[in-house]
């Protein structure tokens, strides 16, 4: 009896489904979807880029093309133009290091490359008789001019990219070294 009425149930839940979705098939209305269509074509080329341009006023915060920590030593390498000119292990990282490199219109004594799993740091040194003030000034004015005003702390200053979660910063090591370190993040 409980099977019977199990049966009766079921049969009338169909019959119940049935009625309210309606067995009517007629030919859905695609007029909005055909306007939509026609909305996405009347986009040209010159108006995605602008669109994209318009989210993206900013360069975002790279060292010669290298914005994601996914990045090897064959892509440092390949940014440089140049082997390293040697290579040294420090508390459990290896460093690359060049000497003498260029960086948009910066000059460094030294650039040092290292690798971890939160991210990449790039380590770009000057360091020389040049009074400390003025190469301060010139790095700032430098990385000002491509990222946007710094945030400073003391003789620190900073630049952020909130995209990519990378940053740069500006500060002193000692009487004679200037150092601009870029942190190139995971997940940018």
């Known amino acids: 009896m409980k099977k019977m009425i199990a049966l009766l ?13 309606g067995t009517d098939e007629t030919v859905p209305d695609t007029t909005r979807a055909e306007e939509s269509v026609s909305e996405v074509t009347e986009l040209t080329p010159s108006d995605i880029e602008t669109e994209a341009h318009e989210e993206h006023e900013h360069t975002h915060v790279n060292y010669k093309g290298l914005v994601t920590a996914d990045y090897t030593l064959d892509d440092v390498i390949a940014a440089e133009g140049r082997e390293p000119d040697f290579s040294f292990d420090a508390g459990g990282t290896t460093f690359y290091a060049y000497n003498n490199v260029t960086l948009n219109d910066l000059t460094f004594t030294q650039v040092q490359f290292s690798f971890s799993e939160t991210g990449n740091r790039i380590s770009c040194t000057y360091s020389g008789e040049e009074d400390q003030a003025a190469v301060l000034d010139r790095f700032r004015a430098s990385m000002t001019a491509i990222y946007g005003e710094p945030s400073a702390s003391g003789s620190t200053s900073s630049w952020y990219d909130g995209h990519t979660s990378n940053y740069v910063m500006l500060t002193t090591l000692n009487e004679t070294t200037v150092q601009l370190a870029f942190y190139i993040r995971e997940g940018a």
Not at 9 to 21: F, S
Request: glycine share 0%; with cysteine.
């Open 9 to 21: 149930l079921c049969c009338a839940l169909i019959v119940c489904l049935l009625a309210a979705c």
